[in-house]
């Protein structure tokens, strides 16, 4: 008998765990992509020559969330300084391309932290990238 009580529990123990879980959906604080619109068009250095990249801003938290879309003018314009300073030249290979990407997150964190603060910030991306 006892040895069918210690079977029923051990069958159990990951039903139980399911439910303190909350049916496997996650407690935690949100994460959100915030999509900078419109697309960024950026005149490069050389005449003629521009950078469209769209960006997507990794946030998580609901106050987080808000704290970024209130900053969001301090934001694009430090990204349109940051990109307008660049070459065609600069952005050519996958490893420029990613130092870009992670001056544009110090970018964003420095914005953050000048207006608000960066928690809840968590990476960006970029989901088009395109020079011409």
Sequence with gaps: MMRKLLCIGLL?????????????ESSGPAIEYIEMKPKFTVNLVEP???LMANVQIMVEGEKEI???KKNMPAIKNALIMLYSGFSIADLQTMEQREALRVKTKDEIRNVLEKYA???GFRDVFFTEFLLN
């Design 12 to 24: 159990m123990l990951p039903l139980m765990g399911w439910a303190n879980e909350g049916g496997g």
């Design 117 to 119: 603060n960066s928690d």
């Design 66 to 68: 808000e704290k970024v």
């Design 48 to 50: 003629k020559k521009y």
